[in-house]
């Protein structure tokens, strides 16, 4: 279990509301979001497609796209508001307070510019770095992500990397100015499971060394369990449970839908069961309560869990094929 | 992770130089065809003894001979020098005249597809009004207002041909625009400018290098048709339209040389042009 700190998150999200206009009515794709990541710390964010873990780490780095805007809430970084000034803050942190990792480095990277280029471009704009220091800085970047010969692939065109490499190199520009918290949106969900193990190793490592807290997001709960401190669980637009224990959460999980998402984990040990599916998919956005969420109720030190019915238990609980 | 590394080849340029071209002929005869004729006219006073501009009322509409290699015009002027030094104008301006539309037209696509919203819409209904005119009656009319000359021909040709640079740009941006690639430089802290010109610019940027091959040959008719009509070169510098529209009352007569002649160098150059633009598109879509 991680200490506790008198001081503020180094990122917490409060409350967060992201609306969808779509037609003439705006829909809630956010719904009072709530989640918080220390230094050090990995969070896991986990639910199902649609249930806006993605749309989470776009609105904080105000990457939404046009047709959604932030409603309600606020993404405090280091206790300040980054919603509050209008972008200029938030901006600001971009790169050096709060980098992210994508899911597809094959799109993420510029395909014309040197990998050892662009991993420090933003870092040698900010410094004022010379060719000389810029390239210095990316060698090391690059040692650090585990490339073997950086000098050498410092030349390289994306294209010319494997993807697990394009991987490396992502995360290279991701930590590029020492970020506080870094945002990984699935990094490992289009690699291979042994260039998966490498780079969750690559995480871990990167975790101690720099000090910074993840927010990772993935549909992976072996990832979860291997790599992350914490977990935090979203359906539907809003987070359902959290824990900044994993063991514990794993152990009991006390919402309807946090335990047939776990119930849905394959399991080699034990006796031989048939597989079993999540009851039903989130229902899409335009079908989806437009009530403000009820906030999540503390049951336990660093745990909360949002208010369900007996109904949702049964919702959750139907089996599949039912 | 050394397995790949066989990309010390190919990031010499002079391999990849060699690779384009040996897989792809058009481009190759292009430039030679092109080559040659840059050759010419950039060597043109060794080609030729005579001065483009000298008249010699004593040897008027000759044949080709040993003296003058492709005759002499109405005015006893040397052809064969009058080509090569109408080469070096017509050339010249018509590279010239694709550089700044194509800055121009280059950065206002990507500003355009960067930013979308508002500015897109102003600045693409725009650039619809100025393709809604016929192309030669508004080059003709803009000439005819500024006066002709060299940097009349340059203005009037900037003014309506960033248009297609612009959409080029435009549409590649856009794309480019949706990606995780932009949304990385955005996370990354980047400046807006420098995500333009760094990062933008160069993705999009073949595209309209391709096309801006096909406006130097656009550009030589516009000239050459400018010139034909009186409104371009001035005479008596030499250039392919004015020579046209000079040899065309001897048409008639029997005499085809003096209309001829430039006609086929202004077709050879263009036929050169639009092969090395063929040529690159064929390159630069295989290497993407």
Known sequence: MMEQTATAAALQIDGLCVSARIGDRSYKALDSVALSVERGEARGLVGESGSGKSLTLRAVMGLLPPNLEVTGGAIRFRGQDLLADGGKLLHSIRGTGISMVFQEPAVALNPVMKVGQQIVDGVAWRRGLGRRQAKELAAELLTQVGIKDPEHWANAYPHQLSGGMRQRVMIASAIASQPEIILCDEPTTALDVTIQAQILKLFKALKTDLGAGLLYVTHDLSVVAEFCDSLTVMYAGRTVEQSDDLAALIAAPAHPYTRALLAAVPRIRGPVRRLRGLASSAPPLTEREQTVAPPMVPIGPGRQVAPFTHEDERFFSRDDEA | MTALSPFESRTSSSGVLRKMLRNNPQLLFGLLIVGVIL????????????????????????????????????????????????????????????????????????????????????????????????????????????????????????????????????????????????????VGGLGVPRIIFRHLMPNVLSQAIVYAMSDIVANIGVIVTLSYFGLGIVPPTPDWGNMMSEGQPFFAGGIYTLMLIPAVAVIVTSYGLSLIGDGLATALRVKR
């Open chain 2, 39 to 186: 050759l010419m006219a950039i060597c043109a006073p060794l080609l030729t003894s005579y001065d483009p501009t000298e008249q010699d009322f004593l040897s008027t509409l000759q044949g080709p001979s040993a003296d003058h290699l492709l005759g002499t015009d109405n005015l006893g002027r040397d052809l064969w020098a009058r080509l090569l030094y109408g080469a070096r104008v017509d050339l010249f301006l018509a590279s010239v005249a694709v550089v700044l539309p194509f800055i121009i037209g280059s950065t206002i696509g990507a500003l355009c597809g960067y930013f979308g919203g508002w500015f897109d819409t102003i600045v693409m209904r725009i650039a619809d009004i100025v393709v809604a005119f016929p192309f030669y009656v508004l080059v003709i009319s803009l000439v005819f207002i500024l006066g002709n000359g060299v940097s009349s021909i340059i203005v009037a040709i900037s003014i309506i041909s960033w248009v297609a640079y612009a959409r080029i740009i435009r549409a590649e941006a856009m794309v480019l625009s949706a990606t995780n690639f932009m949304d990385a430089l955005h």
